[in-house]
């Protein structure tokens, strides 16, 4: 059974700094994109960013570019996501979510089958 366990939300300052984990188990990271999807109050779930397990593949959505940086490491079937400069606007709650290996270049919510239950993440003064 495919399990995701996220970790590492919490309150911050803008400008602030943290570091998002996602624990995957029932599965090892051979061939699939794990990435961060969040959600804002009111707003529709976007997608942040996405590894490929495979080969490290990766993409940002423009509003993290330079700010975000997501890594994997597949001995310990984990995926982390280092957020800097945090802004208010990031504030959300961030999902840990996997699919299929191609679906790195171009994620959209429908093609993630597993889910982790988020973490929420608050950016404020």
């Known amino acids: 059974q495919v399990q995701l366990v996220e970790s590492g939300g919490g309150l911050v300052q803008p400008g602030g700094s943290l570091r998002l984990s996602c624990a995957a188990s029932g599965f090892t990271l051979d061939y699939y994109t794990i990435g961060w999807f969040r959600q804002a109050p009111g707003k529709a779930r976007e997608g942040v960013s996405f590894i490929s397990t495979s080969d490290g593949t990766t993409y940002y959505a423009d509003s993290v570019k330079g700010r975000f940086t997501i890594s994997r490491d597949n001995a310990a079937n984990t995926v982390y996501l280092q957020m800097n400069s945090l802004k208010p606007e990031d504030t959300g709650i961030y999902y840990c979510?996997?699919?299929?290996?191609?679906?790195?270049?171009?994620?959209?919510?429908?093609?993630?089958?597993?889910w982790g239950r988020g973490t929420q993440v608050t950016v404020s003064s």
């Open positions: 979510a996997e699919g299929p290996g191609w679906t790195v270049v171009a994620p959209v919510e429908i093609d993630f089958g597993s």
